[in-house]
């Protein structure tokens, strides 16, 4: 590496009101090079791009491009100086033309006027060295995510920028479009751009990048060449706890399969199905068991609990709580039947979170009392007060606004709200979405004790190693239909499931 | 990038380009239609001035729902251009009348003041976040009851310039239209080449279609929203002063609810109100198809005005409702793509650390 640095960023720190975002954070980007900025949640890396693209000021520290020092006010700024950024969500505009997306802002005008042939010839040559075959003057909208997220990048190199920033390109693409995608990147690479590249996927990591930086609680943890970095030590620096700590998260107490599957059943659903959401399907719940819902995102998991929870009502089969016939007309029978459902989504359909912790825990429980049995201020101080201690939410204030919490404490209020209630049966949609590693162990292991005090658990996750690892039973989805319920004995790992997934039967 | 552009995704697209347009080739088969309706039960309809008409008796409104248009397509709304009509109208006539200022300077200011004032607005709905609603709404309080300031009474205009803009008619072909069309025809024109070859007026339209993007795309969002306000400021003005031509007074009752009639005729040639999408072209329809409509009625002779009212507000039901379903067609389309995508590729497993 004896080219000098593109960018370099010196001794970057960043306040905001309560927390010291960016610490004294070095950073430097090479000509050629994918270079992976990583971290968690919180870590900074977000703050540290917009730092860089002039969206947020610095307090203390440099940044030098091509050794002079610069300082942007904004996006247009730094994208004039030659660093381009693709964010994660597609920032295009869906209601103009791909060609005009491309070039709005700069284009080649005559007399003031937009000659816009010149622009569909430019943007169809631009896409053409990207080797992308997209019809320029189609609606934006028109194209899936995935071509949208390419015409971003598109625009982002029209520049030649000298660095390009890549804000989770990939999160909305699937493995064949992080393909192309990678094909592009090296592309760009081996023309000479700097580009910096963010994810959360470290397979991918592996596969494009030449060096690591990995920041940790807004300060940087080091520099690595990617080459000599293992997996298991990156993902150790990532999250800050020893390998050993690390490896004990992963071995999780080992299920004894099957064990509960004759305990008394709390749910049972047969021929259950909701035309276009979930094809007919049998499942039930044993009291004390986990039932493991595997299967790929839209695959139809969030549909059938909804309908386990009256969310969505089913047109066909029927369903039993308890061993009794329950006709589900809405969510408020399911939760007078002792059914609770954590929904994927904590912010839109869950939390609220202008509300207190205190308020949002006690949601559900006043819900089912009716309004006109109000909880005393007492009463709730002191269940409040128990779960906190319990589900170790910090910080512990029951009067702190929802808003003010970590994610991963967001959903332990989430399922503080639910336990409250004493459900006989827990729907848990993706509760580990977006948390960071530690309050994740803790949510899978408050999973497992809640199942060995005897309630019924429904856990969905798109992670197949945590439905594993936590279920007896798993149901497998595919295309919105049940395809397979395994007993999660011996024989079963990820890559039988994976099978059923791909191949929709036991294999 | 060939499994990318599928055979669904070409059949969208192509579906797509066309469905831009059906709104506004709707407005126009509705507009043809009810000129056919009329020229056929009443004799006389079918005339080239019947068609001109239209458009003198209604350039006022078309200036007006020009400046509407941008607003509108920058996803805001502007509710205080009718009151800022009633008090062009008014401080012209009082200017020309009272204080006996030269007619073109009384003009100038009219113009000027309409603009500060829509400059104004977009300040304060930029800088201080407010919606646009409450924001124009004030504006128009205000501006109404500035009229009353001036006077209570209607001020009759005498000053020999507008009473010859009044009067006077550009002939050819044996028809003939006010100059008040002529400076109408050309705001719809300047409009046109702003909308569509500006960078002011591309701006507009990426505003309309997502500001935060337009926004991390380096585009001057805040200079163009604020002068999306002015220009609407401006063309109320310019519709007061061509309103004043039209009545030849000054009166804070004039233009009551023309802001209304304007969005009507925006959202009639079109346009969505929630932004980025729609012609100015549309509406020029949009006003001639309200215009039809109360041609159609007087024609008719024994029907009440108030059913002008009527058929307004249930074209513009069914229009909101088209552009629904155009929209909720779109996004299956799009739905459809994806979730084929997601089930048809099952992808390998990623390792992920998820924060």
Redesign the interface.
């Known amino acids: 590496m004896a080219e000098p640095a593109i960018l370099t960023m010196t001794g970057i720190s960043k306040q905001f009101p309560g927390v010291k975002a960016l610490d004294n954070v070095d950073f430097r980007l090479l000509p050629g090079e994918v270079h992976a900025l990583l ?5 900074g890396k977000s703050t540290l791009i917009k730092v860089l693209t002039g969206v947020y000021s610095i307090d203390e520290g440099t940044i030098a491009l091509e050794g002079a020092p610069v300082r942007f006010s ?3 700024q730094a ?1 004039q100086a030659g660093i381009s ?1 693709v ?1 994660q969500e ?7 033309s791909v060609a ?1 997306n491309i070039f ?2 700069r ?1 080649p ?1 005559r007399f ?3 000659r ?1 042939q010149e622009v569909r010839r430019r943007a169809a040559e631009l896409l053409h060295r990207l ?5 320029v ?3 934006l ?7 949208q997220q390419l015409v971003a990048i598109a ?1 982002a190199i029209d520049i030649s920028p000298k660095v390009l920033i890549l804000d989770e390109p990939t999160s909305s693409l ?4 992080v393909d ?1 995608l990678f094909r592009v990147m090296k592309q760009l690479r081996d023309e000479g751009t700097a580009i910096l590249f963010v994810t ?5 990591v592996y596969e494009i990048s030449d060096r690591i930086t990995v920041l940790r609680n807004g300060g940087l943890v080091g520099e690595f060449l990617t080459r000599d970095l293992p ?1 298991l030590e990156l ?1 150790a620096k ?2 800050g706890k020893e390998l050993e700590v690390l490896e004990e998260l992963e071995e999780q107490p080992g299920r004894e399969a099957a064990a509960r599957a004759h305990a008394e059943p709390v749910l049972e659903a047969s021929g259950l199905a909701r035309t276009g959401a979930v094809a007919p399907f049998d499942l039930s719940v044993h009291r004390g068991e986990v039932v493991g819902l595997a299967g ?4 139809g998991r969030t549909e059938l609990a909804r309908l386990l929870f009256g969310a969505d009502r089913a047109d066909h089969g029927q369903i039993r709580i308890g061993g009794r016939p329950v006709a589900l007309r809405g969510p408020g029978v399911a939760m007078a039947n002792g059914v609770a459902f954590c929904s994927e989504d904590r912010r839109a359909e869950g939390l609220i979170e202008d509300l207190t912790v205190r308020e949002n825990i006690v949601l559900a429980l006043q819900a089912s009392r009716g309004w006109t049995r109000p909880l005393s201020r007492r009463r709730q101080d002191e269940l409040v007060e128990a779960y906190l201690r319990s589900l170790r939410i910090t910080p512990a204030n029951p009067e702190l606004l929802v808003r003010d919490l970590s994610g991963g404490n967001q959903q332990k209020v989430l399922l503080a709200r639910w336990l409250i209630t004493n459900p006989r049966l827990l729907i848990v949609d993706e509760p ?6 530690g309050a ?1 162990a803790e949510i899978q292991r408050l999973v497992v004790s809640l199942a060995d005090d005897g309630m019924a658990l429904l856990f969905i996750s798109a ?2 190693e945590e439905v594993l690892r936590l279920s007896h039973t798993i149901g497998v989805m ?2 919105r239909r049940m395809v397979a319920t395994l007993a999660n004995d011996d024989d079963v790992d ?1 890559e039988r499931v ?1 099978r059923a ?2 191949e929709g039967a036991v294999a | ?5 599928t055979l669904g ?2 059949v ?2 192509g579906a ?2 066309l469905r ?1 347009y059906v709104p506004v080739l709707a407005t126009l088969a509705l507009f043809l239609l009810m000129f056919g309706i009329g020229s056929y039960r009443y004799e006389g309809f079918l005339h080239g001035q019947v068609f001109l008409n239209l458009l003198i008796d209604n350039g006022f409104l078309l200036v007006v729902a020009i400046g509407m248009t941008f607003v509108l397509l920058s996803g805001g709304i502007d509710l205080s251009v009718g009151a800022v009509v009633a008090l062009s109208t008014m401080i012209g006539a009082s200017l020309v009348e009272q204080q006996n200022w030269p007619p073109l300077l009384a003009i100038l200011v009219v113009l000027t003041l309409g603009t500060v004032f829509g400059l104004g607005m977009g300040c304060i709905i930029h800088y201080f976040e407010i919606q646009p609603f409450i924001v124009t709404l004030a504006g128009m309080f205000l501006a109404r009851g500035l009229c009353y300031t001036i006077s209570i009474d209607s001020i009759s205009i005498t000053d020999p310039v507008f009473t010859r803009m009044a009067q006077a008619r550009v002939r050819f072909a044996g028809l003939f239209v006010s100059p008040s069309v002529l400076i109408a025809l050309v705001v719809l024109a300047v409009a046109f ?1 702003v909308l ?4 002011l007026g ?2 507009v ?2 505003i ?3 500001e ?8 001057p969002v805040a200079k163009t929203k604020i002068t999306v306000y002015a220009i609407s400021g401006f063309c109320s003005a310019l519709g007061g002063v061509l309103l004043t031509f039209y009545m030849l007074s000054g009166y804070g009752q004039h233009a009551l609810g023309m802001e209304l009639d304007a969005i009507a005729a925006v959202v009639i040639g079109g346009a969505l109100l929630t932004g ?2 729609g012609y100015v072209l549309g509406t020029l329809l949009g006003v001639l198809v309200l215009g039809v409509i109360q041609t159609i009625i007087s024609f008719e002779g024994t029907l009440s005005s108030w059913w002008t009212r009527i058929v307004i507000g249930i074209l513009l039901f069914v229009f909101i409702v088209l552009q629904r379903v155009i929209g909720v067609r ?1 996004r299956s389309a ?1 739905s459809r ?3 084929r ?3 048809e ?11």
């Open positions: 971290g968690e949640n919180g870590a904004g996006p247009s994208q950024t964010f597609v920032n295009l505009c869906p209601n103009l005009e709005i802002g284009e005008r003031g006027a937009v816009w080797q992308l075959d997209l019809d003057t189609a609606r909208s028109d194209y899936s995510i995935a071509v625009r699937d493995s064949s479009e192309e959360h996927f470290l397979d991918q997996q993902v990532m999250i790929l995102l839209g695959s580990t979405r977006g948390i960071d590693v994740k992670e197949l595919r295309d990820t994976m997934i791909a | 990038m060939t499994a990318l552009t995704d070409q969208t697209r797509g380009r831009r080449v569509h070859y500006s960078r591309r701006t339209y990426a309309g279609g997502n935060q993007s337009a926004l991390l795309m380096g585009l980025g999408s779109e799009l793509l994806s979730t995508s997601v089930t590729k099952p992808a390998p497993p990623r390792q992920e650390v998820r924060t």
